[in-house]
C-alpha cells in the first residue's frame, strides 16, 4: 500500500533518504523517479551517507553511470539511469551483479522498461506549492517494513 510523505524542503528529503536507509537490506532495491530537480539526488545523499559517514563524497554517477559505496554492513550501488539508451544496456553496468552483493539506488529507473527488481522500494518525487511530495510503493520484501517519517 503506497505512502505519501509531505517534504517541505531539503533537510526532510535527506532525513527521508536516511529513514530508508536504515531499513535497507542486501538484495533491495530503491527507485527514485521524478522530474529534474525534484529531489532524487538529495534523497540518495542522505541515504548514502546514513549508510556511510555523514561526510561521505557523493558524486552523481551521471556520466559514470554507477558509483560503489561499502558500509559496515551493507554494499550499495548508486545507479544514475538517465543516460542509458535502452534497457538492454542494463546487464552493462552491473545491475544484477550489485543486488547479488549488496543493495541499489537507481536514480530513473523508468529507463529499465519493465524490468524492474521484486524487492524494490518505488518513491516518486513530485514538486508541489508547499515543497515536495514523496509517494513510497513497496513491493516484494518491502512489503510490510514500516517507514516511519
Known amino acids: 500500500m503506497p505512502i505519501t510523505i509531505d517534504l517541505a524542503d531539503e533537510a526532510a528529503t535527506t532525513r527521508l533518504g536516511a529513514v530508508i536507509a536504515r531499513l535497507l537490506r542486501a538484495g533491495?532495491?530503491?527507485c527514485l523517479t521524478g522530474p529534474l530537480g525534484a529531489g532524487k539526488s538529495t534523497l540518495a545523499r542522505g541515504?548514502?551517507?546514513a549508510?556511510?559517514?555523514?561526510?561521505?563524497?557523493?558524486?552523481?554517477?551521471?556520466?559514470?553511470?554507477v558509483q560503489f559505496y561499502e558500509a559496515a554492513e551493507l554494499s550499495l550501488a548508486h545507479f544514475d539511469l538517465y543516460r542509458l539508451a535502452g534497457p538492454d544496456?542494463?546487464?552493462?553496468?552491473?545491475?544484477?551483479?550489485?543486488?547479488?552483493?549488496g543493495a541499489v539506488l537507481i536514480e530513473w529507473p523508468e529507463?529499465?522498461?519493465?524490468?524492474?527488481p521484486a524487492d524494490r522500494l518505488d518513491i516518486e518525487i513530485a514538486i508541489v506549492a508547499s515543497g515536495r511530495v514523496a509517494k513510497l510503493t513497496p513491493y516484494g520484501a518491502w512489503e510490510g517494513r514500516t517507514i516511519e517519517f
Open 28 to 30: 533491495d532495491a530503491v
Open 111 to 116: 529507463r529499465l522498461e519493465g524490468h524492474l
Open 51 to 65: 549508510l556511510t559517514r555523514p561526510d561521505e563524497d557523493v558524486p552523481s554517477p551521471t556520466f559514470t553511470l
Open 47 to 49: 541515504l548514502i551517507r
Open 89 to 101: 544496456e542494463v546487464e552493462e553496468v552491473g545491475l544484477d551483479e550489485a543486488l547479488d552483493n
